[in-house]
């Protein structure tokens, strides 16, 4: 008790303010950043799941295609016209699944979390930068 009693005022942990930052250098830099903005929603983050602040707005099927909840309940979506991709999209409500035409809603939410997955040689699936056109036809209706 008594080594505990002297040892208290020591602490166990610089402050805050006493830590040096640290600098992380990463492999990826990904065109999307937050605070970005796509079809007038804003980028909240980025670099895997780029999360972007829907404030109770709709999503759309970007092509022709099927759209599917996965284990986690997200809305998978896929198309014939982008076979090596699925499209991955977290934090919707009351999503539209089985086939949908581009442009169908699939969905609301406060926040969506979407993902881009490419198809691996050994028939894995690999998070990869979205190309921005992909979530802007999410993001806005096609006219």
Excluded: H
Aim: with cysteine; net charge positive; proline share 7%.
């Amino acid at each position: 008790m008594l080594v505990a009693t002297l040892l208290l005022p020591l602490g166990c942990a610089k402050s805050p303010s006493d830590e040096a930052l640290l600098k992380i250098k990463l492999y990826q830099n990904w065109e999307l950043q937050p605070g970005d903005t796509i079809s007038d929603r804003k980028v909240l983050g980025g670099l895997g799941d780029i999360a972007v602040a829907l404030d109770g707005n709709p999503v759309y099927a970007p092509f022709d295609g099927r759209a599917q909840l996965d284990s986690n309940r997200c809305l998978i979506f896929s198309s014939p016209d982008v076979p090596a991709y699925l499209f991955r999209l977290c934090g919707l409500n009351k999503p539209r699944l089985g086939a949908v035409s581009q442009g169908d809603a699939i969905g609301s939410g406060r926040l969506l979390l979407f993902a881009a997955l490419r198809k691996q040689p050994n028939g894995t699936w690999a998070i990869v930068e979205p190309a921005k056109g992909i979530l802007e036809r999410t993001l806005k209706k096609a006219e």
